[in-house]
Each structure stands twice: as structure tokens, then as C-alpha cells.
T-cell receptor
Framework: AQSVSQHNHHVILSEAASLELGCNYS??????LFWYVQYPGQHLQLLLK??????LVKGIKGFEAEFIKSKFSFNLRKPSVQWSDTAEYFC???????????FGKGTKLSVKP | SAVISQKPSRDICQRGTSLTIQCQVD?????MFWYRQQPGQSLTLIAT?????????ESGFVIDKFPISRPNLTFSTLTVSNMSPEDSSIYLC???????????FGQGTRLTVV
């Protein structure tokens, strides 16, 4: 079965620092990959998604992710984080038996002003 | 896109009682998903709810504990029955788009069982 691993449980950065959050999925073939963000007290929102084509995907709020098929990875990046990026970030892939998303455990990002 | 209203947003319940969570979507959808997010854990699918048929449960989840209703294409409920402190979690409703292009989520229900 498909699974998703997120390597960092909690990341603490200062404003303007660069961010990279790791995500690996378990097997290849055609994959639909997502990053979702959950701001404190809010619902999950889509940051970006990859289905095919250019492996460098740009999302909202300056985030991007790179799909590297040989590494089964889909890491999230942002060159310069802001305090408002404080949130929990989830990597996900379609692969469940019911056509559902399979999520990583999430990475909590805390940005110090 | 789809807008999902989920309620209650949070509740504190006594063990042994039941709580019903409601999920309302602003458009008709075929499949609705119920997830659980336990503290420090990932989102885990509980079941898939299709209108007009029994819900399909994932391994480890049973209908007696998590009965689901899906009376029409815009609404679903999940009941957490005979609650224990281990049921303390965030419960989320989700709907998907055709061809798996995106999934949308309600704001979640934070349940604490005491």
C-alpha cells in the first residue's frame, strides 16, 4: 500500500530563513502528489499539487515543490519564510483503496518574528 | 471548488456517550470521506460515504462504533459511539474532485472525551 513519510516533526525558523520540508512516498508509477497547509484554527488548504509535466511546481504564497521520481520525493520549499507561514504542513498522495488521500504525519512549522 | 461546513467545531464529551458530527457541502458530490487525526498523528481514513449505499470502512473501523449517514448528495453525518478517551481526536470531512485533482476539507471537529 502507498504510504507517505515526512521527515521533520517540528521545524523552527526565524523570519527570512529558507525552508525545505521533506516528503517521500512509498512506490512509483503514476502519482498525484499534494501539499496541504493548516493554519491555526483553520481548515486544510491546498498549497500545491503535482500530476505530471514540469517536476517543479509552484503554489500559493511563494511555496514550491520539486518532484524527483528517482528519489520518490516531493519536497516543499520556500526561499524566505514569514511569521504568517506558521502552520502545520501535510504531504499527501492519492493511493487509498477508496480513492482517498494518504497523508504524512505532518510537519509543524514555527516561524519566529 | 467546494465549500464544506462541519459542525460542531469542538466538543467535550463524557465517556460512554455519543456525538454526531455533521458535514454540509455547497455542491452535490458523489463521494464523501471521513478522516480522523489523532494527536501527533497523520490523517487516517475512517470510511467513505456514498449516497444510497452503505459506507465503506477502512480496516480498524467498524460501523457500530462509527455509524455514517449519507441521506443526499450534499450532506453526511459521522457518529462516534460509546466514546472513550482514546476517541479524542480531530475528525474531518472531505470531498474529492473528479480525476482526483483535489480534495477539500471541512474545518474539522476537535473532540475531547473525558
Amino acid at each position: 500500500a502507498q504510504s507517505v513519510s515526512q521527515h521533520n516533526h517540528h521545524v523552527i525558523l526565524s523570519e527570512a530563513a529558507s525552508l525545505e520540508l521533506g516528503c517521500n512516498y512509498s512506490y512509483g508509477g503514476t502519482v498525484n502528489l499534494f501539499w496541504y497547509v493548516q493554519y491555526p484554527g483553520q481548515h486544510l488548504q491546498l498549497l500545491l499539487k503535482y500530476f505530471s509535466g514540469d517536476p517543479l511546481v509552484k503554489g500559493i504564497k511563494g511555496f514550491e515543490a520539486e518532484f524527483i521520481k528517482s528519489k520518490f520525493s516531493f519536497n516543499l520549499r520556500k526561499p524566505s519564510v514569514q511569521w504568517s507561514d506558521t502552520a502545520e504542513y501535510f504531504c499527501a498522495v492519492y493511493g487509498g483503496s477508496q480513492g482517498n488521500l494518504i497523508f504524512g504525519k505532518g510537519t509543524k512549522l514555527s516561524v519566529k518574528p | 471548488s467546494a465549500v464544506i461546513s462541519q459542525k460542531p467545531s469542538r466538543d467535550i464529551c463524557q465517556r460512554g456517550t455519543s456525538l454526531t458530527i455533521q458535514c454540509q457541502v455547497d455542491s452535490q458530490v458523489t463521494m464523501m470521506f471521513w478522516y480522523r487525526q489523532q494527536p501527533g498523528q497523520s490523517l487516517t481514513l475512517i470510511a467513505t460515504a456514498n449516497q444510497g449505499s452503505e459506507a465503506t470502512y477502512e480496516s480498524g473501523f467498524v460501523i457500530d462504533k462509527f455509524p455514517i449517514s449519507r441521506p443526499n448528495l450534499t450532506f453526511s453525518t459521522l457518529t462516534v459511539s460509546n466514546m472513550s478517551p482514546e476517541d479524542s481526536s480531530i475528525y474531518l470531512c472531505s470531498v474529492g474532485q473528479p480525476a482526483n485533482t483535489e480534495a477539500f476539507f471541512g474545518q474539522g471537529t476537535r473532540l475531547t472525551v473525558v
